[in-house]
């Protein structure tokens, strides 16, 4: 997959990720991932379930993966969630 079909999801609104979603699939991307670590995970399940049930009808989920990261922070390492969503062209 190309990273410019990445839309990684952080703090702002979820309309906000929804419609990078939406642009990436309008401007020819076959597939998009949304990538979200920590407590965006469940902002990123919103984008990824706003944008196949309102916006675009045509599209499945393909893939979901979940993995733990280690990060370093100021107090040692740390375990964060992630996940990665995929979003494809139906067939």
């Given amino acids: 997959m190309i ?21 990436q699939f309008n401007n020819g991307a076959e597939e998009v991932a949304i990538k979200a670590r920590g407590k965006a995970i469940s902002r990123a399940v919103d984008t990824a379930e706003i944008a196949l049930n ?5 599209v499945d989920k393909k893939e979901i993966f979940t993995s733990t990261e280690m990060i370093d922070t100021d107090t040692g390492k740390t375990n964060v969630s992630s996940i990665e969503i995929v979003l494809t062209h139906a067939k």
């Fill in 3 to 23: 990273k410019d079909n990445t839309v990684f999801v952080g703090n702002k609104p979820v309309m906000n990720y929804v419609l990078a979603v939406v642009t």
């Fill in 54 to 58: 309102r916006f675009l009808a045509n």
